[in-house]
């Protein structure tokens, strides 16, 4: 069965960073599209950054320049290295993939994505 975990949501003040992680189980991330979701309360779900398979990146223009996807093939992990956060960050991040052959595009809409983590939160507050 195809899962991915989340790690490394907390509680950080404004201005503060956090490093998120994903990890599949049962599949390779090299041969997969993949993408960071979030999920604030009373809102829908929003694409912030995604990394195809032939390593083109996207970022949502509300994290560009604060927000890093990083993809270590040798770990089969991927992370979203998240800084200056700002309370508008609070939210619930999922992690996404799919699989593609090798292409140079991605995308951050949600019905893009056929396997879906669970979400770990992510709360920015003094």
């Known amino acids: 069965q195809l899962q991915l975990v989340e790690s490394g949501g907390g509680l950080v003040q404004p201005g503060g960073s956090l490093r998120l992680a994903c990890s599949p189980s049962g599949f390779i991330f090299r041969t997969y599209r993949i993408a960071w979701f979030r999920q604030a309360p009373g809102k829908e779900r929003e694409g912030v950054s995604c990394?195809?398979?032939?390593?083109?990146?996207m970022y949502a223009d509300s994290v560009k320049g604060r927000f890093t996807i990083s993809r270590d093939d040798a770990k089969n992990t991927v992370y979203l290295q998240m800084n200056n956060l700002s309370p508008e960050d609070t939210a619930v991040y999922y992690c996404?993939?799919?699989?593609?052959?090798?292409?140079?595009?991605?995308?951050?809409?949600?019905?893009?994505?056929?396997?879906w983590g669970q979400g770990t939160q992510v709360t920015v507050s003094s």
């Open positions: 996404a993939a799919t699989p593609v052959a090798t292409e140079y595009v991605c995308s951050i809409a949600a019905t893009d994505y056929n396997y």
């Open positions: 990394m195809s398979t032939g390593g083109t990146i």
